[in-house]
């Protein structure tokens, strides 16, 4: 199926790793110009190196914390007018809300919240002069379930969700789509740092913990980055202009609804 990105700019950010990288790929796969955003110079070109490699995409890069006002400049700065925006940030540490301060929570809402929404003021005009614009925001399967031990996390994306909820509606007469991908688990490093507390309790490896949890997933499984990446293609193309301000779950089935 040809999504109809071909030549399109994108920044893809916090895509050194993880499922940032498998959404960067994915939208290089289609012929997308993109420009990636992480914190770690090293692993931010040698992602660029592998997904050029890939697919002959010349992939920009631009290094800083995209939670911070230095960090979103360097993504603008790498690509101004970008037709494609994918937000993602790492999220805030696992515990207990008792445990946690003022500034936990501050950064909590930077890069969960406040920064998605900075780089949508950034990108949303330009979207809407050109009459194309495709927004995709990874938050969480937290939002719609919430998971106790990541209550930063819960409270950090719901806020993103509200937010992104009503102003989806005021750009989609433009042609600029914003919708928001909620993953369950996916086998990522992030995972394994979730993990690393039950793993510890129950006296058992990481990898022995995920693989135990993977099993009480409907699809006996947890999800390959890869097949997230394709889905933010496809949010993305050029056929999906009538999907607007939806939270789509990715997560195997382990939210059980009759409606999401």
């Not at 996390?153 to 789509?177: E, P, Y």
């Not at 690393?196 to 990898?207: D, L, M």
């Amino acid at each position: 199926m040809d999504l109809g990105l071909q030549g399109r700019r994108a920044i893809v950010c916090a895509a050194s790793k993880g499922l940032g990288a498998a959404c960067a790929t994915a939208l290089a796969r289609e012929g997308v110009l993109v420009t990636i955003t992480g914190r770690t110079i090293e692993t931010l070109e040698a992602t660029a190196r592998a997904i050029a490699q890939e697919t002959g995409i010349d992939v920009g890069i631009a290094a800083g914390d995209i939670a911070t006002e230095a960090g979103r400049v360097a993504a603008f700065a790498a690509c101004p007018e970008p037709d494609i925006l994918v937000n993602n940030a790492g999220g805030p540490p696992p515990g207990d809300f008792r445990d946690w301060e003022r500034a936990d929570w501050l950064r909590a809402l930077d890069a969960n919240m406040l920064a998605p929404i900075a780089m949508i003021k950034g990108a949303v005009d330009g979207m809407i002069g050109r009459r194309f614009g495709r927004i995709v925001n990874i938050t969480s399967a937290s939002v719609k379930s919430p998971i106790p031990q990541l209550g930063m996390s819960n409270g950090a994306r719901a806020g993103l969700t509200g937010f992104v909820g009503g102003l989806a509606r005021q750009v989609a007469r433009h042609n600029v789509t914003i919708n928001n991908l909620l993953p369950g688990p996916f086998v990522t490093d992030r995972l394994r740092t979730t993990m690393a507390a039950s793993a510890n309790q129950a006296g058992r490896s990481i990898e022995a913990e995920i693989a135990a949890r993977a099993e009480q997933n409907p699809t006996g499984r947890f999800g390959d980055p890869e097949e997230f990446g394709r889905a933010c293609a496809f949010l993305c193309s050029a056929s999906a202009g009538y999907i607007v301000g939806q939270n789509i779950l990715l997560d195997g089935g382990a939210f059980n609804a009759t409606m999401g």
